[in-house]
T-cell receptor
Framework: NAGVTQTPKFQVLKTGQSMTLQCAQD?????MYWYRQDPGMGLRLIYY???????DKGEVPNGYNVSRLNKREFSLRLESAAPSQTSVYFC??????????????FGDGTRLSIL | AQKITQTQPGMFVQEKEAVTLDCTYD???????LFWYKQPSSGEMIFLIY??????QNATEGRYSLNFQKARKSANLVISASQLGDSAMYFC?????????????FGQGTELSVKP
C-alpha cells in the first residue's frame, strides 16, 4: 500500500541552491497538492493540480514552481532556495477538486533545511 | 473568509478516558466537508474522520466521533477510551468545493498527551 510517496525525506540546502521534491501517487487520483508546514501552524497550500495538465497557485506560491508530469506525479521545484523556505513539505492527493467529501491522502513529508 | 480555529494548543487526558478536541469553522459556502487528521511525532498526516455539511448524523469511526453542531459552526473530535498511541497533534480541516482546487484549510492543531 504505497499511497503517496515523497522523495527525499530529508534535505539540507545552501541558500541559492535549487532542488526538486518528487511526489507520486498510485490511487488514480485526479487532484494533487503541495503544502508546507511551519512550526506551530497547520498546513498551507503552495500549489495544486486539480487535474492532469493543470496547475494553479495556492496561498503561498512565491519561490516555487510545480510540474504535473502525468496523472501520478507532481513535483515541486525551488529555483533559488531561501532560509524562509525551511519547512516540512507535504504532497497530497484526492479523487477530485470538486468533491468536498473526499479526504486528501498525504505523503510522509520532506524535511527541508536551508542554510 | 474561510477559517478553522482550534483554541486548545495542548490537552492532557488519562489513559482510558474520553477527550474532546475543539474545532470551530467559518465559511459562507453551504457545501463543505470537515476533516480531522492525526500527526504523530513521526510526522505523517493520518486521516481520521469526515463530516459533510449536509450530513444529518454525527460521523463515527471506531473510537473517533465527530460532534457536529452546524448552527454553532463547531466540529469537535471526541476520542473515547484514550490510548497511549493517541498522543499526537490533531488537526481540524475544512474543504470547500472549487476553492483553490478543493484545498484543505487547516487549524493550528491541538497537541494531545495521553497519561498512563
Amino acid at each position: 500500500n504505497a499511497g503517496v510517496t515523497q522523495t527525499p525525506k530529508f534535505q539540507v540546502l545552501k541558500t541559492g541552491q535549487s532542488m526538486t521534491l518528487q511526489c507520486a501517487q498510485d490511487m488514480n487520483h485526479n487532484s494533487m497538492y503541495w503544502y508546507r508546514q511551519d512550526p506551530g501552524m497547520g498546513l498551507r497550500l503552495i500549489y495544486y493540480s486539480a487535474s492532469e495538465g493543470t496547475t494553479d497557485k495556492g496561498e503561498v506560491p512565491n519561490g516555487y514552481n510545480v510540474s504535473r508530469l502525468n496523472k501520478r506525479e507532481f513535483s515541486l521545484r525551488l529555483e533559488s532556495a531561501a532560509p524562509s523556505q525551511t519547512s516540512v513539505y507535504f504532497c497530497a492527493s484526492s479523487e477530485g477538486a470538486g468533491m468536498s467529501n473526499q479526504p486528501q491522502h498525504f505523503g510522509d513529508g520532506t524535511r527541508l533545511s536551508i542554510l | 473568509a474561510q477559517k478553522i480555529t482550534q483554541t486548545q494548543p495542548g490537552m492532557f487526558v488519562q489513559e482510558k478516558e474520553a477527550v474532546t478536541l475543539d474545532c470551530t469553522y467559518d465559511t459562507s459556502d453551504p457545501s463543505y466537508g470537515l476533516f480531522w487528521y492525526k500527526q504523530p511525532s513521526s510526522g505523517e498526516m493520518i486521516f481520521l474522520i469526515y463530516q459533510g455539511s449536509y450530513d444529518q448524523q454525527n460521523a463515527t469511526e471506531g473510537r473517533y466521533s465527530l460532534n457536529f453542531q452546524k448552527a454553532r459552526k463547531s466540529a469537535n473530535l471526541v476520542i473515547s477510551a484514550s490510548q497511549l498511541g493517541d498522543s499526537a497533534m490533531y488537526f481540524c480541516a475544512m474543504r470547500v468545493i472549487y476553492n483553490q482546487g478543493g484545498k484543505l484549510i487547516f487549524g493550528q492543531g491541538t497537541e494531545l498527551s495521553v497519561k498512563p
